[in-house]
């Protein structure tokens, strides 16, 4: 039991506020993205700096309280609260500085996404994320990042150069290529088992006007489109990424009311090449059956990282089942129409990310990403914003999955896991785990950060 008075000194140290229950403001602030996810946790603690974080790690180890570490709260598993735990939310440290000569980036551990796509496109650089800006550069990051630059520059943990972090035991270290280089190996894909990282420096690339957008087709001919999706991109030059859907048709504009609400497949391109061969790149394409549908076109690249936002606020019920994928045989296509067909409701969908081209080059034991050999990552998520359909999206994407991952390589990847048990982390991590087991034991041997997809220290 927590005593008042111990609360209050907590409190009084912090620079931010601290949440309990029954405060005004303790309702909003333990909800995170995914509304399937209701925990009540004991204490929030709004961090404003590192100095913050320090106190309540201590705070929280002292205590003997679960810790909960909160970026941007987007993960599938809802990872950033915990039932009874000290949250330590990162929200307030949203900062990020550009070095243009340098072409480095450093985000606070509670940036968003958008936050450095706006400020690095001042500089008309960019760094590789995911596909929606509201997503949290920290658990992104910490599991890898996977977006319309990957096969371009790599894995947003192949352009990490570095962390500032709060480890257990409250000490502040920074950990990059020099120092601390066990712990820098860790964070590129290990999730937040190692400690509170307090910012990120990245490298960021010369890249401000994407040629990008959808291209769709009808239902009907999706086994065609995935058989030649899958063959093209396989083959296509790094600058072009492309990630295969199924999904529903927006009911609402830029999309054309004969098509609103239709089921159909399509890819969503992002070609970041020279601009003057960017109608040459996408031939081929149109080629080879013209889409129903085709937005693609030059576009600011932060209006393409923020495009989706829309569709998917925060608040909707969500279900993920992933896995990596190494082939995609005829008959697994076969299986993907069946099940990508019926959709459950209209923002559920299925995305096969490509992660070969510069992802892909880099070794297995490079960083803990340990299926670089894969070619995709696949995702069935299905969303809804009404609770009532919880069991319609749930049971869709767990027959979706059950039929494919015959088909798959083994593991997923973390940041599209549900809490699915140590078997499954294990596989993700493969070879890598026992590295990862060593180094948590090293860092965390009492195991104080282990609401996450946990790494147990080694024995
Ligand atoms: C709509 C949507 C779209 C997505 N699209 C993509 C995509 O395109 N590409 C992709 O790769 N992923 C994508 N994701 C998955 C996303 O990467 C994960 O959900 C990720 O965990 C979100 O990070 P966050 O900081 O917002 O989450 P949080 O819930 O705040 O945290 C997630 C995990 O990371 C830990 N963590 C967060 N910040 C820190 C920190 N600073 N220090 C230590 N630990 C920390 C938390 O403890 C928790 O375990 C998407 C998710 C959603 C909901």
């Given at each position: 039991m927590l005593s008042q008075p111990t609360i209050a000194s907590f409190k009084a140290g912090l620079r931010g506020e601290l949440i309990e229950p029954g405060d005004q403001g303790y309702e909003s602030a333990r909800k995170?993205?995914?509304?399937?996810i209701d925990k009540r946790p004991r204490l929030i603690a709004r961090c404003m700096d590192v100095a913050d974080v320090i106190l309540a790690v201590t705070f929280g180890r002292e205590n003997k309280l679960p810790i909960a570490i909160r970026g941007g709260g987007h993960n599938a598993a809802g990872l950033g609260v915990w039932d009874e735990a000290l949250v330590i939310d990162l929200s307030p440290m949203r900062y990020v500085r550009v070095d243009p000569k340098k072409r480095t980036v450093l985000a606070g551990g509670g940036a968003l996404w958008g936050d450095v796509d706006h400020a690095t496109h001042a500089f008309g650089l960019a760094v590789p994320a995911g596909i929606i800006a509201t997503t949290g550069v920290g658990g992104l990051t910490l599991g890898g990042g996977i977006g319309h630059l990957t096969r371009q520059c790599g894995l947003t943990i192949d352009n990490l150069l570095g962390v500032d972090m709060v480890l257990a035991d409250g000490r502040f270290v920074t950990a990059n290529a020099k120092e601390n280089a066990d712990l820098f190996w860790a964070v590129r894909g290990g999730g937040?088992?190692?400690?509170?990282?307090t910012s990120f420096l990245y490298k960021a690339h010369p890249i401000h006007t994407d040629y990008a957008g959808p291209t769709l087709w009808p239902l009907e001919d999706a086994a065609e489109v995935m058989r030649w999706y899958r063959d093209f991109i396989t083959k296509a030059p790094d600058s072009l990424n492309g990630f295969f859907a199924f999904l529903t048709v927006p009911p609402g504009p830029p999309f054309p009311p004969h098509l609103h609400m239709k089921k159909m497949c399509g890819v969503v391109w992002c070609y970041t090449g020279p601009a003057r061969k960017a109608e040459a790149v996408f031939k081929p394409i149109r080629q080879f059956k013209t889409p129903a549908l085709d937005l693609v076109g030059p576009i600011p690249h932060p209006a393409l990282q923020s495009m989706f936002d829309p569709l998917f606020p925060p608040g909707q019920q969500w279900y993920w089942k992933a896995d990596f994928v190494r082939e995609l045989s005829d008959k697994a296509i076969a299986l993907h129409v069946q099940h990508g067909s019926a959709l459950p409701t209209w923002q559920s969908t299925m995305h096969l990310y490509p992660i070969d081209g510069a992802a892909g080059r880099v070794k297995n034991t490079a960083t803990p990403w340990a299926y670089r050999d894969a070619k995709w990552a696949e995702v069935m998520v299905g969303v809804d914003p009404d609770p009532a359909n919880r069991e319609k999206i749930s049971s869709w994407a767990k027959a979706y999955w059950t039929a494919l991952h015959p088909y798959a390589a083994g593991g997923a990847y973390v940041n599209f896991m549900m809490e699915e048990g140590d078997e499954r982390i294990r596989a993700t991590y493969g070879k890598n785990y026992d590295r990862l087991a060593k180094i948590k034991k090293r860092y965390d041997p009492a195991n104080l950060?282990?609401?996450?997809?946990n790494i147990k220290p080694a024995k």
């Open positions: 995170v993205y995914n509304a399937m937040g088992n190692f400690g509170v990282v950060f282990h609401v996450n997809q």
